[in-house]
């Protein structure tokens, strides 16, 4: 299974925020720290909002810090939440999908099985599971 660069994206930003939970953290500071452009993430941002994984200030001292708990985040349903809209196969699309073989399709169910394992497996583990060291501690420990 492969993840877009959004769910991939979104779960290092996750885990960097789940790093300091009770800091809120700025998105221009997340986009220079992943190198990525401002826009994109705040598109990620947006998704994870919606989701209710983490909620959103506006304003100087605003940012994005977890809605709740990284303990009670399931892995499985943040990467579902990242990856609405884009099936694992284009198949799976009523939009996109060019397939012929519209029935007797004995794939799709196959693929289905695997994805939904693949969910069930991830969501064994919570986002707290995944956090980053605290940056202090790890300064400390280098000095």
Known sequence: MRLTNFTDYGLRMLMRIASEPNHTHSTSDLAEEFGLPRNHL?????????????????????????ARAADLIVLGDLIKLLERDQP????????????????????????????????????????????????SRIKQEIV
Request: charged share 30%; hydrophobic share 35%.
């Open 42 to 66: 705040a598109k990620i941002v947006q998704r994870l909002a919606e989701g209710g994984i983490v909620t959103t200030h506006r304003g100087k001292g605003g940012g994005v810090e977890l």
């Open 88 to 135: 694992l196969v284009e198949c799976w699309s009523e939009k996109t999908c060019t397939c012929s073989i519209e029935f007797g399709c004995r794939l799709k169910p196959r693929l289905r099985h695997a994805e939904a394992a693949f969910i069930a497996d991830m969501n064994k583990s919570t986002l707290k599971d995944i956090a980053l060291e605290h940056r």
